[in-house]
């Protein structure tokens, strides 16, 4: 029987290592978890891999974000992960739910979608999964062979519900989770779409005119004027001009290299912070992704505490699914300050990114033994927010935009006219 030898932390977030005998990887996730431990990592030991053939391999991980994939069972993940989408994993987390409660097996319910999903890949994922409980395995275990499609978050969510026997509750709260997420991805985009398609508008027109209307005049003034000086708002749009039409390659060649610079800076970890740090910095809509991030960390950690997840794991899968660097640091310095024995609220209100109302409240539901609920009231309050600041922004940026359009075409028409008026003047 080959050793592996394992990383974990217990419930009060503590590292732990050692060495087990197991004749997988599933054993040693099972063994750990009867001994209250979560598996970080979990490898064949130099001895094994001697005796084995076999690679080494990576048992689920529940703190660090990674999950089992032996060579053989990766595949699908890579190939299903990639085309199930939120909006069908929300549905089929609510439908399995819904039979769970009604009194049906979890065999019999995962077998039961199976047949009537129409989505190729999710069918395949789902047969993945039964046929992962026919083996003898847990329905966590199961998942973890599909970590593109089930993520950090669902899977700590599944264990917990597992361990407690309480899997149809916590399934019915991650539907809620991902509808209400849904939700408010679905209000944030629709209150973009708007300026954006307006400024794409904006520069087809901007562009049509420099390369099909600009040159015209610019043919006409060198006839009349000859040789007379250009207003200066005149001569930058003839030379915005040229730049379009006759030089289109070094304009398209310094506008890739800038979108690559951008894409570079977005991967690096600084560059993520200081676009982040800006996002929720910007005029108008930096509050609106504020609010965002906020009404998805609460609705998050509560969800995840309600379900029976331990705090300092709770905090740190927030971290990971908040979708800010900002905000993610901050409840890194969190982590560790609960870790040391600190309250949450506390740390919380110390990193100055937190409203005082969300501090407070968490602060009464520690206090009051009801921090999920608290949490959950943060994320309606803020999600109402979400909503209001939706409505605001659709009645404020429609004249926004059309003024922004005016200026733009107006300055254009107002630089071709004024030396019209010259020549008129020359004329006469």
């Given at each position: 029987?080959?050793?592996?030898?394992?990383?974990?932390v217990?419930?009060?977030?503590?590292?732990?290592s050692?060495?087990?005998?197991?004749?997988?990887?599933k054993?040693?996730?099972?063994?750990?978890?009867?001994?209250?431990?979560f598996?970080?990592?979990?490898?064949?030991?130099?001895?094994?891999c001697?005796t084995?053939s076999?690679?080494p391999?990576?048992?689920?991980?529940?703190?660090a974000?990674?999950?089992?994939?032996?060579?053989a069972?990766?595949?699908?993940?890579?190939?299903f992960?990639?085309?199930?989408?939120?909006?069908?994993?929300?549905?089929l987390t609510?439908?399995?739910?819904?039979?769970?409660r009604?009194g049906m097996p979890?065999?019999?319910?995962?077998?039961?979608l199976?047949?009537?999903?129409?989505n190729g890949?999710?069918?395949?994922v789902?047969?993945?999964?039964?046929?992962g409980?026919?083996s003898?395995?847990?329905?966590?275990d199961?998942?973890?062979?599909?970590?593109?499609?089930?993520?950090?978050?669902y899977?700590?969510?599944?264990?917990?519900?597992?361990?407690?026997g309480?899997?149809?509750?916590?399934l019915?709260?991650?539907?809620?989770?991902?509808?209400?997420?849904?939700?408010?991805?679905?209000k944030?985009?629709a209150?973009m779409?708007?300026p954006?398609?307006?400024?794409?508008?904006?520069v087809?027109?901007?562009?049509?005119?420099?390369?099909?209307v600009?040159?015209?005049?610019?043919?006409?003034?060198?006839?009349?004027?000859?040789?007379?000086?250009?207003?200066?708002?005149?001569?930058a749009?003839?030379t915005?001009?040229?730049?379009?039409?006759n030089?289109?390659?070094?304009?398209?060649v310094?506008?890739?290299?800038?979108?690559?610079?951008?894409?570079?800076?977005?991967?690096?970890?600084?560059?993520?912070?200081l676009?982040?740090?800006?996002?929720?910095?910007l005029?108008?809509?930096g509050?609106?992704?504020?609010?965002?991030?906020i009404?998805?960390?609460?609705?998050?950690l509560?969800?995840?505490?309600a379900?029976g997840v331990?705090?300092?794991?709770a905090?740190?899968?927030?971290?990971d699914?908040?979708g800010n660097?900002?905000?993610?640091?901050?409840?890194t310095?969190?982590?560790?300050?609960v870790?040391?024995?600190?309250s949450?609220?506390q740390?919380?209100e110390?990193?100055g990114?937190?409203?005082?109302?969300?501090?407070s409240?968490?602060?009464?539901?520690?206090?009051t033994?009801?921090?999920?609920?608290?949490?959950?009231?943060?994320?309606?309050?803020?999600?109402?927010?979400v909503?209001n600041?939706?409505a605001?922004l659709?009645s404020?940026?429609?004249?926004?935009?059309?003024?922004?359009?005016?200026?733009m075409?107006?300055?254009?028409?107002?630089?071709?006219?004024?030396?019209i008026?010259?020549?008129?003047?020359?004329?006469t």
């Amino acid at each position: 029987m080959p050793q592996f030898t394992y990383t974990a932390v217990d419930a009060r977030g503590a590292d732990k290592s050692g060495a087990l005998d197991a004749s997988d990887v599933k054993q040693v996730s099972v063994l750990l978890r009867g001994r209250g431990l979560f598996a970080t990592s979990v490898t064949v030991s130099i001895e094994a891999c001697a005796t084995f053939s076999n690679p080494p391999v990576r048992a689920p991980i529940t703190i660090a974000g990674k999950s089992v994939s032996s060579p053989a069972k990766a595949f699908p993940s890579r190939l299903f992960g990639r085309r199930v989408r939120p909006r069908e994993l929300a549905i089929l987390t609510r439908q399995l739910s819904t039979l769970l409660r009604a009194g049906m097996p979890l065999l019999r319910g995962l077998e039961v979608l199976g047949r009537q999903e129409r989505n190729g890949p999710l069918r395949a994922v789902l047969a993945s999964l039964a046929d992962g409980i026919k083996s003898g395995g847990t329905l966590s275990d199961a998942m973890a062979q599909h970590p593109r499609v089930f993520d950090r978050l669902y899977l700590n969510m599944i264990k917990a519900g597992e361990a407690g026997g309480v899997l149809d509750i916590v399934l019915e709260r991650l539907a809620r989770f991902q509808e209400k997420s849904l939700q408010l991805k679905g209000k944030i985009k629709a209150a973009m779409i708007y300026p954006l398609i307006v400024m794409a508008v904006a520069v087809v027109i901007l562009v049509g005119l420099l390369v099909f209307v600009v040159p015209k005049f610019k043919q006409i003034f060198a006839d009349l004027l000859k040789g007379a000086p250009l207003p200066s708002l005149t001569q930058a749009v003839l030379t915005m001009s040229d730049a379009v039409k006759n030089h289109y390659v070094i304009t398209l060649v310094g506008g890739a290299v800038l979108w690559i610079g951008i894409e570079f800076m977005a991967r690096s970890p600084r560059g993520v912070l200081l676009i982040d740090r800006a996002t929720i910095r910007l005029p108008v809509f930096g509050h609106l992704f504020l609010q965002g991030i906020i009404a998805r960390f609460g609705r998050t950690l509560g969800t995840l505490l309600a379900s029976g997840v331990p705090i300092l794991p709770a905090l740190l899968i927030t971290r990971d699914t908040c979708g800010n660097a900002l905000v993610a640091a901050a409840i890194t310095e969190v982590h560790e300050r609960v870790k040391e024995g600190s309250s949450v609220a506390q740390p919380f209100e110390a990193t100055g990114i937190f409203p005082p109302m969300v501090t407070s409240m968490m602060d009464v539901g520690e206090q009051t033994g009801q921090l999920p609920e608290m949490l959950g009231k943060v994320a309606d309050i803020y999600e109402d927010e979400v909503d209001n600041a939706v409505a605001g922004l659709s009645s404020l940026i429609e004249p926004v935009m059309i003024l922004f359009l005016a200026l733009m075409v107006g300055t254009i028409v107002i630089a071709l006219f004024l030396p019209i008026v010259r020549i008129v003047e020359l004329l006469t």
